[in-house]
């Protein structure tokens, strides 16, 4: 049987049958007509947030925990804040660190966006466009990933999770704000990924994302910047290159699935293409389970509610790690892959990370109580204070828009054009399509179309 989902009801203007028109279009998070045979919220525009249909929070309790994340550290008092405005500028800081980060910029300007708080997210991004982005030269279309507070020293090198958030919160800004600018330079962006003549995002061989687009970096990844459901907005959005940003969200979501331990669920925090943890001499904790690859759970999460294209392989990731953090008593932090050699104190980033991978688990009778646990820890989590807030403290952040139900892909607004048919010759029983031709039958075939002078959405 089909599904149908009544969408904005239409207007009878006179004789003609026409959408209501806005002073200025806006961003749209409704369904999409692409015909394909996946639920995730790209498809459907259904959102849904499990601290509402499993914690039983109301609303009103889920707008209040957003708005104490916003006012705690975009806000707070200077123990809570991680933003700081600078006029018509603002950076958001790394405290423990004493720098400004690529990644924490793009973090701040995507929960901007999905908050609606375009003043902060204009700041944001002018002091990122001012003092990171290179428009020319070697490093041409990517991001200096540190920069002092005044933005000048740092390292001109890329950190490509910063470059990956930038391109995602400008794509969602323009279609949101309804602003070409942003567009303008989201595509200027995803074009250089690919044809900076340096440097290359993903790896030309694999197209995977790799560790940072140079000398021997280039031949290794991190987990943690596999962000599958981003990747596959670019082949959706992009305006070069669509197919090397398709064969790039395949690859994305392939190596994601190799890279989690067979038996602990774990990821390492540098992988190879083949999954396998990746040692260095600068880093003896590159192929442990660290700080990066708490993130993969995230990000595995959100690609299973938000496209579903590899929900068998997400709800096996999702088990293996619950099951093994089940076990831990989610008292440790630090592992070795394969889950041995236990250290630190569970955060409030990895609660929070691992409460976005239970998406994958909602469906499934055997872990209603490890969900329900899971949820519990990352709506109690205190927003952190002190030297250590940011990193871990925007990760949680970042999780409880997913978990709240407001991290949305915001799509182009929706062009509707008049239908002109007079009122007479519509029978409110009839199926039409967008462009008012009549169907001789109830439609089959997953799309937006019309009855009862309202759009109706059928899955």
Known sequence: ??????????????????????????GYTGPTTEVDNYSGAYYTGKYTSPFKTVLGKTDAEIQAKLDQLWNHYFKGDNNCK?????GDEAFVKDINNNDVRSEGMSYGMMIAVQTNHKTEFDKLWKWAKNHMWHKSGNWDGYFAWQ?????????DNCAPDGEMYFMTSLLFAANRWSDSQYME???????????????KLFNQQHYVITFQPQGNENNFSDPSYDLPAFVDL?????????????????????????SSHSKSGLFSDYSNYDGTPHPTDYNSNADKYMYDAMRCAMNFGMDYYLFGKDAERQELMARRLIDFFEKDGYKHARFNWDGSNPKENYTIG??????????CLLNNPNYKESVKKNLKMAWEAVPMRGQYRYYDGLVHYLSMLHLCGSFKIW??????????????EVESEAWYTLDGKRLSAEPTQRGIYIRNGKKIYVK
Request: glycine share 4%; proline share 2%.
């Open 1 to 26: 049987m089909r599904k149908f989902v009544n969408t904005k009801a239409l207007a009878l203007v006179g004789c003609m049958m026409v959408s209501p028109l806005l002073a200025k279009a806006q």
């Open 82 to 86: 991680v933003y700081f405005d600078r």
């Open 147 to 155: 920069r002092n507070e005044s933005g000048s020293g740092g390292d």
């Open 185 to 199: 330079d989201a595509q200027y962006i995803l074009k250089k990924m690919w044809e900076n003549y340096n440097h």
């Open 234 to 258: 670019f082949a959706h959005w992009s305006t070069t290159n669509t197919d090397k940003w398709a064969k790039a969200a395949k690859a994305t979501r392939d190596h994601l699935y190799k």
């Open 350 to 359: 990895e609660a929070g990370c691992n409460a976005v991978a239970c998406y």
């Open 411 to 424: 799509k182009p607004a929706q062009k509707t054009t008049a239908v002109n048919m007079v009122s007479s």
